[in-house]
């Protein structure tokens, strides 16, 4: 069975190799699926290049989330059939064609629905409805104000606001990104400029207060979108595709009692109760399946391909999601 290792960091282009494995008889309790679609995400880049907040325990199979098919279950598993399309929610190790590991790490999925769609639910949706909920209680009507708005994330964001009833602004670095974002039910688009960028966003939000900022790119961006904030409201940090430092003026923490919080998801997996992730996932699964919720798709890969796969994924526009379909 094909897989994808890589022994040390650096470019994922060069440090990325395909392998074979032979396949090993199940023990008692664990799953063996045939991987169907597994998403390039920019934490599986990072984590390759030595750039993430965990460093691989090499030699290392990367891939942070899949969907697959049961094709053998070990004795003494009992809710999972062969045949069955399930989740691989066990950490790491994905790129490959065929994922084995403990039952408990299977999440059984709904019939019907796109699997490609269904194989990104673990992570860029998760964090947009975590981030979206958590930190700052919404009603609608409220305003909020995000980054890097054609991420992947941020068109999450866009979705599950207007599911919500929630207003965003959006900020993009171009002009030919304003239709799409208003086509997928964006409120406002703000084009990124050092200088006015705070006064854009407020004006943007036709002077009613901001309540939440999400942010992915750090730098001067986050400052401005801090300084947009309104009385008390809150920013959340999620990434820094700027790899520049910000500055938070006192004006904002003192006297405009705007907080600042990270968020990684990660961290969210480890410390959430089962029932925590049950019900997120009982809120995104649904709605993936009714196509309330989706991505766009750039391009799809087989692991043979792995190479010009990450390169693509590397690239700032590549107008939507790197797919590997590892068996084809």
Partial sequence: MKHVI????????????LADDEQVA?????????VLASPINPSDILKVAGMYGIKPNLPEVPGGEAIGRV???????????????????APGGKWRQSFVGPAAGFIPMPDGGDLQQLSMVAVNPMTALLMLRDFVELKPGDWIVQSAANSAV??????????MGVKTVNIVR???????????GGDAVVIASEDTLTTDIQNAADGNPI???????????????????????????????SMQPTQISVQSTIFNDVRLRGFWLAKWYETATPEQKQAAFGELIPAIMMGELK?????TFTLDEIAAAVDL????????????????
Avoid: C, F, W
């Avoid at 199940?26 to 045939?34: F, I, Y």
């Fill in 6 to 17: 890589y022994h040390e960091m650096g470019n994922p282009s060069d440090v990325l190799k």
């Fill in 26 to 34: 199940l023990k008692s309790g664990e799953v063996r699926a045939d």
């Fill in 71 to 89: 094709a053998e279950v070990g004795a003494g598993v009992t809710h999972l059939q062969v045949g069955q399309t399930v989740l691989l929610a």
């Fill in 154 to 163: 941020g068109t999450y964001v866009i979705q599950l606001a207007k599911k």
């Fill in 174 to 184: 171009r002009e030919s990104l304003r239709d799409d974002i208003l086509a997928m």
């Fill in 211 to 241: 309540r939440l900022a999400i942010d992915a790119v750090a730098g001067t961006t986050l400052t401005a979108m801090v300084e947009a904030l309104a009385l008390g409201g809150t920013a959340v940090s999620y990434g820094a595709m």
């Fill in 295 to 299: 991505s766009t798709i750039a391009k």
């Fill in 313 to 328: 994924a590397g690239q700032g526009e590549r107008g939507g999601k790197v797919m590997l379909l590892p068996n084809g």
